[in-house]
């Protein structure tokens, strides 16, 4: 399946689960969820995994994407050869509280991004 395809329908899933957002909240966890999947997709070998958790109280989402790969996002550059993209960490720390990364238990990942409302 085709990147593009794979993003828009976790941003049509995503809108649905968390529709009792503000419409600007909510355009910021897509457009946070959407960059750190893409760097999954277009950076990463093998399948990702998100999870997306809602906070009442405080009123924050938080997007977490687990993957193989231990190699660190960078900031403000792309990873890819011949490639002017390399901005998405840098619209994520951005508009997020927080992001970082964790270690995963067996090898690979975690970057993780909390959005308040």
Same mark, same amino acid.
């Given at each position: %399946? ?5 993003? !828009?329908?976790l941003r049509?899933? /995503? ?8 419409? $600007? *909240? ?5 457009? &946070? +969820? ?9 950076? %990463?070998?093998?399948?990702?995994? /998100? #999870? &997306?958790? /809602? ?5 924050? &989402?938080?997007?977490?994407?687990? *993957? ?8 403000? @550059?792309?990873? /890819?050869?011949? $490639?002017?993209?390399? #901005?998405? +960490? &840098?619209?994520?720390?951005?508009l997020a509280?927080?992001? @970082?990364? #964790? ?8 970057v993780f991004? !909390?959005?308040?409302?």
């Amino acid at each position: %399946m085709h990147p593009g395809v794979v993003v !828009s329908a976790l941003r049509r899933e /995503l809108t649905a689960a968390l529709e009792g957002l503000g419409e $600007d *909240h909510l355009y910021d966890v897509l457009l &946070v +969820m959407t960059e750190l999947v893409s760097n999954v997709v277009d950076h %990463m070998p093998g399948a990702g995994r /998100l #999870r &997306v958790l /809602l906070s009442q109280v405080p009123c924050a &989402v938080t997007i977490e994407v687990d *993957h193989d790969s231990a190699t660190q996002p960078v900031y403000g @550059r792309s990873r /890819l050869p011949n $490639d002017n993209r390399g #901005r998405g +960490m &840098v619209v994520v720390d951005n508009l997020a509280d927080t992001w @970082r990364t #964790r270690p995963r238990t067996g090898g690979g990942k975690t970057v993780f991004a !909390s959005v308040s409302c």
